[in-house]
């Protein structure tokens, strides 16, 4: 291995959503397969301190790490790939980079010099693309840059890694460029020159790009990946096809085949071996070739927007290739379920997971729908604001406290079976000041959940500020919801379960997050599983009948 940290950084051109973070995390598997310590980071152009305020149908998912950094939900994917935990060093975004510097002028840092872009902005986002290549834990760092190249917001990451280069020296760092390759049915071919433009615009600001990763809906002919090679100035084999997959899953092989990993390799002077990703594989075959499918009702309030929940579906993948099943998962909207047609939306279902959210739209649905599913059996799962309205709607409608609520949404109300935890009373930022992060969870003997974790305790992480209300956790239990998992310093409710019913589990956490393509997530699995028996259960009911 090398004792110097090389550095990737993974630019994008031409368009957005070209997939930079899952080519990023797919190069990452195949070099972490060939024995490399390897990482990824993300620098986000936008000036918010972190994802954590944002509006999900504007950013999609906030993804919370191990340490309770909010982050880009591309973490999500690095961590899945990798089976690796990131941390507060892998998300980097301008307002936190402007906040720091900021806070070293009035500190008095700087000794009365003018505080520039250059070279006091740039110096701080090259301390931050180093922290974790001088930790000494990684012999590669890829960085990838939020954005597209030529974007005003970007142009202080463009200059960093400009610099970073020459201070690195040649093989230390290399430039992979993600680009699209449209197709013009009209014209019937191919086009190359908004690539052309795109690593054009790269070269103004001083970087050249040593490998291009082309995005395309058709396979790259000879003759076009030698004209690109020819216009923007890198080699013929660093032209590198990422065509249109079935499944992300897919793109570490598509990146195998095209011999991504050799030419980075070989640009960055390391040895290059045959990967083993054999265990990889066997997930993709699992997932490809399932022997059974169940649908499972997804319900939530930014169902439009499916990165609103992406690590939900992503751990429905990976529980569903777990237990050789395809989990078709039904987006449903609560704003849209009522007593009245609940049976309608939600009858068919195998499974129905309830999601995690924030405010008072769509409220009265979820309870309708965690109603509906406790009095039919049907597998339920939910998670944070979902597990909330599964111990409202039981307060409700089985205790008789026919105003139970969450003082998140009746801050007046008598009966706050949910209340708001008592480290945020006090608290007015909304910033980065939830219970985030990896919290410890004790289970308790006899239960479901400790038989689907296998453990007595376990640690999840949160991102949340109101709470079971213990002052009710006597007289729920006493009518059938336990509290199953409790945190053994604060005795927060962490898990309820219903006994009675076949499977019915709420969290207070968000199990999601720490589902991998190598770890499925123990809860998904189990839900899964328990959806899958239900299915056969009425198939057989039905056949029975007739």
């Known amino acids: 291995m090398s004792t110097t940290t090389k550095y990737i950084f993974v630019t994008g051109g031409v368009t957005s959503s070209l997939g930079k973070g899952i080519i990023a995390a797919s190069l990452a598997k195949l070099l972490q397969a060939q024995g490399y310590r390897v990482t990824i980071q993300k620098l986000d152009p936008y000036i918010n301190v972190d994802p954590g305020t944002l509006n999900p149908y504007e950013h999609g998912e906030c993804y919370v790490t191990e340490d309770g950094a909010e982050t880009d939900l591309d973490l999500g994917h690095y ?7 990131t941390s507060q060093a892998n998300n980097v975004t301008t307002g936190r980079i402007y906040q720091s510097v900021i806070q070293k002028e009035r500190r008095g840092e700087f000794l009365g010099k003018t505080v520039q872009v250059v070279p006091h902005i740039t110096d701080e986002i090259k301390e931050r693309v180093q922290i974790l290549g001088k930790s000494g834990e990684y012999d590669i760092v890829i960085t990838e840059i939020g954005g597209t190249v030529g974007d005003i917001e970007s142009l202080p990451y463009i200059e960093a890694v400009r610099q970073l280069r020459w201070d690195l020296g040649e093989d230390n760092g290399i430039v992979i460029h993600l680009t699209l390759v449209p197709f013009l049915s009209a014209a019937g071919e191919l086009k190359t020159k908004p690539t ?3 690593v054009k615009t790269l070269m103004e600001s001083g970087v050249q790009a040593d490998i291009l990763v082309c ?3 058709h396979t790259l002919p000879k003759e076009l990946r030698r004209k690109l090679a020819l216009f ?4 013929e084999n660093a032209v590198i096809q990422s065509i249109d997959a079935s499944t992300i899953y897919d793109v570490p092989n598509l990146m195998l085949d095209e011999g991504l990993d050799k030419v980075v390799l070989e640009k960055l002077n390391l040895k290059s071996s045959s990967p083993d ?3 990889w594989n066997q997930f993709v075959h699992r997932h490809k070739n399932p022997k059974s499918e169940i649908t499972i009702g997804l319900i939530g309030k930014y169902v439009e927007l499916q990165d609103s929940y992406k690590s939900i579906l992503e751990a429905f993948i990976h529980a569903g290739a777990e237990n050789e099943v395809k989990v078709k998962i039904e987006s449903i909207h609560s704003e849209y379920i009522n007593e009245d047609n609940v049976e309608l939306k939600l009858g068919h279902l195998d499974g129905v997971l309830v999601a995690p959210g924030f405010g008072e739209r769509g409220i009265d649905g979820k309870i309708d729908a965690v109603k509906y599913v406790r009095e039919n059996d049907i597998p339920f799962l939910g998670i944070c604001l979902g597990m909330q309205m599964a111990v409202i709607e039981f307060s409700r409608n089985v205790l008789g406290i026919k105003d139970a609520a969450s003082t998140e949404m009746n801050p007046e109300t008598a009966n706050p079976v949910i209340g708001l935890m008592e480290d945020q009373k006090t608290i007015t930022d909304k910033g980065g000041t939830m219970r985030l992060g990896a919290w410890a969870c004790d289970l308790k003997l006899g239960s479901k959940v400790r038989d689907i974790y296998k453990a007595e305790s376990i640690t999840e992480r949160h991102r949340h500020r109101y709470e079971f209300n ?4 006597e007289q729920i239990e006493a009518a059938g919801m336990k509290a199953t998992g409790l945190n053994p310093d604060t005795g927060l409710v962490e898990i309820v379960e219903i006994s009675e019913h076949p499977w019915f589990i709420g969290v ?6 720490k589902s991998t393509v190598a770890n499925p997530h123990p809860l998904f699995v189990a839900f899964v599983k328990a959806s899958l ?3 056969r259960k009425k198939k057989s009911a039905t056949m029975a009948q007739n």
């Open 508 to 513: 207070q956490y968000h199990p999601e997050y």
């Open 79 to 85: 961590e899945r790939f990798l089976n690796r935990p």
């Open 215 to 217: 995005r395309t809906e």
């Open 470 to 473: 213990g002052a009710y956790k």
């Open 232 to 235: 923007c100035n890198v080699k």
């Open 196 to 198: 052309q433009h795109s």
């Open 533 to 535: 028996n239900y299915n």
């Open 277 to 279: 990703i054999d265990r």
